[in-house]
């Protein structure tokens, strides 16, 4: 039975889909069935980061909190995954070091990366972002406001220019719920109970 699993994991193509979440939205959904349907991906993996070492950490929830509506999110959805791979490493979090051991955990698969045009342009910020490029394919969708890199034109990155354009932000759906504004569109149904249930991202203290 192990052997069979190993056998149909092998070069399976899996996206990785790196963020605080926080919260998870509809704009990531839109995005991972977009890959998942027209970039030939088999799988996409939610990796829920503790902590970005490019990112402010203030007014993030708990990483269970996080972890628990991407979850919910993700339900439905056969080809989603959710990883607390960067749960157990050492933060602040570094994708390479991410990589290094989804590699070694999971040595049948074969991980893309996938991030918006924007997060390519600060890649050369990241720790051991030449080996990033060697070693891994990654795969680009547009944002509006996503600017130009000369990384678009690197061998292995994939700019998917007719993927959607999704400027749902969680930092704006942050701040719409603590002025009292309707964000139920933007969250799957599940999120939105469970951020109103629990009082987030409103003056309220964070329940931990």
Do not use: C
């Amino acid at each position: 039975m192990k052997s069979s699993k190993i056998l149909s994991n092998k070069n399976k193509k899996t996206g990785l889909f790196f963020g605080s979440f926080n919260p998870v939205h509809t704009g990531h959904l839109i995005l991972a069935n977009y890959f998942t349907e027209h970039a030939g991906l088999d799988e996409i993996w939610f990796v829920v980061t503790p902590q970005n070492p490019l990112k402010k950490q203030s007014n993030l929830l708990p990483d269970y909190h996080r972890l628990y509506m991407a979850r919910l999110a993700t339900e439905p959805y056969s080809k989603f995954k959710v990883s607390t791979v960067e749960f157990d490493l050492p933060k602040p979090n570094f994708t390479i070091v991410t990589l290094e051991k989804l590699k070694e955990d999971y040595p049948n698969r074969r991980f893309i990366l996938l991030m918006g045009q924007d997060a390519l342009i600060s890649l050369p910020k990241w720790k051991n972002f030449e080996q990033i490029l060697s070693d891994y394919r990654i795969f680009v969708y547009p944002r509006r406001y996503g600017g130009s890199s000369d990384l678009l034109v690197h061998p292995s990155v994939i700019f998917f220019e007719q993927a959607p354009v999704v400027e749902i932000s969680a930092s704006q759906i942050r701040n719409d719920l603590k002025a009292g504004k309707n964000v139920r569109p933007l969250l799957p149904h599940e999120v939105y109970q469970y951020i109103i249930e629990m009082g987030f991202y409103k003056d309220t203290p964070i329940v931990r």
